[in-house]
């Protein structure tokens, strides 16, 4: 698949990645280099932080943070 790149350095990912990879508005995606080349890797917060649970076990911070962005996304 090609796209093009627009004047302000903007791309479109084709519907299919979108769709496979569950990229819509709004979603974070990482860019970085690796091996010569660009790489668009979506990213889930969620899944990032479960791995991180534990690290600050006993604080109550993840939990915290979890009821935050519930509140969030009732706005």
């Not at 990645?17 to 010569?36: F, M, N, P, W």
């Not at 668009?40 to 979890?66: Q, T, Y």
């Amino acid at each position: 698949m090609e796209t093009t790149v627009t004047v302000k350095g903007q791309i479109v990912i084709p519907a299919p990645l979108r769709h496979k990879y569950g990229i819509k508005k709004g979603t974070k995606v990482r860019v970085y280099e690796e091996g010569g080349k660009i790489v668009l890797e979506p990213v889930d917060l969620e899944r990032l932080l479960r791995s991180l649970e534990g690290s600050l076990k006993g604080s109550g911070a993840f939990e915290e943070f979890l009821a935050e962005r519930a509140r969030e996304r009732e706005l």
